[in-house]
């Protein structure tokens, strides 16, 4: 078995309504295939089909104020409730008194605890790397988690040898970044990179943070055009999708872009959208943030168990 993680940023359950939530004017056909022809709103929160289970989750995690990407990420990618731990919601990235919990409980070093093999597949470009060497502390739960666990951060070659993926997808950004060589893919051609990447692992994360900031932006056109990127590749991806071998989990940290009519993060519950044979058993008992990492341990525990 192999799990699949795609994490979103900043997407929540909003309303069904067109004129604030892209989720309802972007062209989605892929993610409504999966879900029935539906979408999950306010008024429709869980949607099961022969295809998929989608549920919400709890992002607000017992404590006041808005959530945020630091303390939800470290959240999600721990298991850990990190708002409560440090009695507030913070962001963008993880406070200096969460560090050692990211360091010592990630995903990432959890699975690696338990000999399985583990890819960041979003590629970077030099100046982030610059960036880290400059002594920078301001570095994601999900890049911060890779440096505490020894995960290799992926790097331009990688791209060019369709060993990871653009964070935007497409690659359309990096001739600008100094890359002019490395082509740009259609969306469903990266699902399908994506597809490659994850047959060499037994967990596979990919995070897409381009709908946050379509939502800080309120910025329509671009909150359409992402998630229309997202949902393209999402499809490329389902080409290949192995049901019986595999768990596809997309999920969020926090709510944003499925409400512009404010810049800030919402109070709405987010998405856990699964797919797989074996979907129903991984949802059994998720109700928040809190629970992901846990059941992703367990699935691929238990299936170590069955198999030996």
């Not at 067109?18 to 409504?32: G, K, S, V, Y």
């Not at 890819?119 to 890049?143: E, I, M, W």
């Amino acid at each position: 078995m192999r799990v699949i993680f795609l994490f979103l940023d900043g997407v929540g359950i909003g309303k069904a309504n067109a004129d604030i939530n892209p989720m309802f004017r972007a062209n989605l056909p892929h993610l409504r295939s999966l879900l029935g022809g539906q979408l999950p709103h306010t008024r429709l929160k869980r949607i099961s089909t022969r295809y998929a289970n989608l549920v919400p989750l709890s992002a607000t995690l017992g404590v006041p104020g808005l959530p945020q990407s630091g303390t939800g990420q470290a959240t999600l990618f721990t298991g850990v409730n990190a708002a409560k731990l440090i009695g507030q919601h913070f962001g963008p990235y993880s406070p200096t008194t969460l560090r050692s919990l990211v360091e010592e409980k990630n995903i990432f070093r959890h699975l690696m605890s338990g000999g399985h093999s583990v890819c960041f597949a979003n590629a970077f470009p030099k100046q982030f790397f610059d960036y880290v060497h400059s002594g920078t502390r301001r570095l994601t739960v999900t890049t911060l988690s890779c440096r505490f666990a020894g995960v290799p951060l992926m790097e331009a070659a990688s791209l060019h040898k369709n060993e990871a993926l653009s964070a935007d997808i497409t690659r359309m950004r990096w001739p600008s970044l100094g890359y002019p060589d490395l082509t740009i893919i259609s969306p469903a051609e990266a699902g399908r990179h994506l597809w490659d990447i994850t047959s060499r692992h037994r967990f596979t994360l990919f995070e897409y943070w381009l709908t946050d900031h379509a939502g800080h932006a309120q910025d329509m056109a671009k909150a359409v055009e992402v998630l229309e990127f997202f949902d393209a590749m999402l499809g490329g991806l389902l080409e290949r999708f192995d049901p019986a071998g595999s768990l596809l989990v997309l999920t969020s940290d926090h709510g944003n872009v499925e409400d512009l009519s404010t810049k800030s993060h919402t109070r709405n519950q987010v998405p856990c959208l699964v797919l797989g044979k074996r979907r129903k058993e991984f949802l059994a008992g998720i109700r928040n943030l809190t629970h992901i990492t846990p059941a992703i341990l367990r699935f691929l525990g238990r299936d170590d168990t069955k198999r030996s």
